[in-house]
């Protein structure tokens, strides 16, 4: 069936290094995607989307590329901290469905 | 302006007993969604409502589950008779409308003894 996949489970980097969180999706007609930040204990906390009729979006410290082609997703975080420890999410949704697709997570480790 | 606020943070209920989770979505949101999430994976969608309408609710079980967003007052997750594998966090999300951007709340952790 349709899903969301991470290639890496667990990402660990220095502090002040950049992240490369990377995600795979199967539904060549999802057009929305979005990242998301969850810590310990926490819900999901939103970091920046973009949609199919891009490539690639700007954040503050953050950047999300979109590869329709290859069905290929990526979060890169710049100057990475040990406050961006956490696990990743990408989520995808298509139409005007609603609901988000979940991939399983990457957790990323900053180490000081 | 207060983000989406679920109630219990934590709950635990014996087998067969009934859990009632809430969700009070953001200011002006009309739209929320329930999702699940076991430990170590990522979260499943489980309903989506609209004030007083059930939109889909293709990602929650037949049986036991049920869920409802009344014209007042917060959604309203409930588990009947819980059994031991409907221990998960359950997050409710919210948006002002059905293609943006869904705004989570911190979850209710539901533990089955």
């Known amino acids: 069936g349709e899903s969301v996949g991470l290639h890496l489970p667990t990402l660990s980097v220095q502090e002040g290094d950049n992240s490369i969180i990377n995600c795979a999706y199967s539904n060549s007609a999802s057009d929305y995607f979005i990242w998301y930040k969850q810590e310990s204990g926490k819900g999901p906390q939103f970091i920046i989307d973009i949609r199919s009729n891009m490539d690639k979006r700007q954040g503050q410290r953050v950047t999300v590329l979109l590869n329709k082609t290859v069905k290929h997703l990526s979060l890169q975080i710049a100057a990475t901290q040990p406050g961006d420890s956490a696990v990743y999410f990408c989520?995808?949704?298509?139409?005007?469905?609603?609901?988000?697709?979940f991939g399983k997570g990457t957790k990323l480790s900053v180490k000081p | 302006n207060a983000g989406v606020m679920q109630n219990p943070r934590h709950l635990v209920r014996r087998r067969g007993q009934e859990a009632r989770l809430r969700c009070s979505p953001m200011k002006g949101h009309s739209h929320v969604y329930w999702y699940r999430q076991l430990p170590e994976e990522g979260l499943k969608f489980m309903v989506y409502l609209q004030k007083e309408n059930i939109i889909d609710e293709s990602g929650m079980p037949k049986e036991r589950f049920s869920a409802e967003f009344p014209k007042e007052g917060p959604s309203i997750l409930r588990i009947q008779q819980v059994v031991r594998g409907d221990s998960a966090a359950y997050f409710c999300?919210?948006?002002?409308?059905?293609?943006?951007?869904?705004?989570f709340g911190p979850g209710t952790r539901l533990t089955v003894l």
């Open positions: 989520a995808e949704t298509w139409g005007s469905q609603g609901n988000l697709i």
């Open positions: 999300a919210s948006s002002p409308n059905r293609v943006d951007q869904q705004y």
